[in-house]
């Protein structure tokens, strides 16, 4: 593909060769992992003063899953990713990026993605993370699918994953029965048709402190110790509830109508609808909006998964998938939405 030369470049300036393009992306695997240890309601509630009636009634939650104490994000993500690859029917030398989106990672920097690179025996993709809490698989469906398009990439991993056991206040009623751990994983590839439609996403700063990182831990933990040798407080996940959960049900659920319309599709069109696990009453309260028809198969993964941020939508796919509950090849609408707050929703042919 070759440009018009700008006003400013030079006359014997040869022209940037680019990748032609664009073409089709699709999804060609997904993959899930959940850790073995299962914390029920009864469990939650030897910590905090609530019980499991309230629990399931307000949230749709019965149990949830945690991480073991050495178990690592990255042990997490690994075991989603190599289930997407081998879905993919590719090796991993094959991924030119690796996208991991975390909020749990516990480093800033460096990022978790180069281990998992390393894990996986790839051949040193580019690997980066993304913070874009429960939106973030979403988002790095659409930065898979422009950097496929664009020839910017072959394959692309992207990893959802979440130890949010670590950052939990057990103590806090309005967190501490929400979150759960857990992995999931899409390999994003060439395609002859086009499997991703187009993104919607954005962003709402205004409401960026309603949900964040806060030193509430209570100390059953321990103090993290500074190089300075003073102690810090651990940092945990403070949410204002109801707030996100009026955002969610009013300010956000037009999204979906968007997403869809994008794509060219009606509601009635979709073989799967996996909004994020975030609460059960906030899934049905979207399927009233869109006005899906009762056919439609629905995500209720949190029953038993909890809130996993940004591991809730491929896991809720991968368990869809597995279960027979969605068509392989079928329509699916995803919608991740949370801290930031920000949003993304988009229409994916399943792998
Ligand atoms: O993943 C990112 C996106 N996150 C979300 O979308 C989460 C959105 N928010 C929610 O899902 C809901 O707000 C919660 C499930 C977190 C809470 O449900 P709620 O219906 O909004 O509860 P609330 O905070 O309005 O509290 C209602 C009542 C209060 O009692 P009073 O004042 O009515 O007497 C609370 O004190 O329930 C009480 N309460 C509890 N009771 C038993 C609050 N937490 C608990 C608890 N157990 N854990």
């Not at 014997?12 to 393009?21: A, I, K, M, S, W």
């Not at 910017?152 to 994953?161: H, M, Q, R, T, W």
Request: hydrophobic residues 45%.
């Amino acid at each position: 593909m070759t440009t018009q030369s700008s006003p400013e470049t030079r006359a014997d300036q040869p022209v940037l060769t680019v990748p032609e393009g664009p073409r089709h992306a699709r999804i060609h695997g997904v993959g899930g992992y959940r850790p073995e240890r299962v914390v029920t309601n009864e469990e939650v509630c030897t910590w905090i003063d609530s019980s499991d009636e309230w629990i399931t009634q307000r949230s749709g939650i019965k149990e949830r899953r945690f991480a073991r104490e050495d178990e690592t994000v990255i042990d997490m993500a690994e075991a989603a990713a190599r289930d997407a690859i081998a879905m993919a029917g590719i090796t991993p030398d094959q991924i030119s990026v690796i996208l991991m989106a975390t909020v749990t990672h516990p480093y800033q920097t460096p990022a978790a993605a180069p281990l998992l690179a390393i894990r996986l025996g790839t051949n040193g993709p580019a690997a980066f993370d993304i913070s874009a809490a429960c939106a973030g698989y979403c988002y790095g469906i659409s930065l898979a699918n422009d950097m496929v398009r664009a020839g910017s990439a072959e394959y692309v991993l992207v990893v959802g994953v979440e130890k949010l056991s670590d950052f939990t206040d057990k103590h806090d009623r309005g967190t501490a029965f929400i979150f759960g751990d857990g992995a999931g994983a899409a390999v994003v590839g060439p395609s002859d048709f086009p499997g991703i439609g187009p993104t919607i996403w954005g962003s709402d700063g205004d409401n960026w402190d309603k949900i964040m990182q806060k030193e509430s831990w209570t100390g059953l933990r321990g103090d993290m110790t500074d190089p300075a040798g003073g102690a810090v407080e651990w940092p945990n996940f403070a949410m204002q509830g109801q707030s996100v959960f009026r955002w969610a049900v009013y300010s956000i659920a037009p999204i979906v109508d968007k997403a869809l319309a994008a794509a060219g599709l009606t509601a009635a069109q979709l073989d799967a609808f996996i909004p994020h696990q975030a609460n059960m009453r906030i899934t049905d309260a979207m399927i009233k909006h869109i006005g899906l028809p009762e056919n439609v198969p629905v995500a209720r993964d949190i029953a038993e998964t909890g809130n996993t941020s940004a591991a809730s939508v491929p896991l809720a796919t991968a368990r869809m998938l597995n279960e027979g509950e969605a068509p392989h090849g079928g329509l699916a609408l995803q919608f991740g939405f949370g801290a930031g707050l920000v949003y993304a929703a988009q229409v994916v042919v399943l792998p």
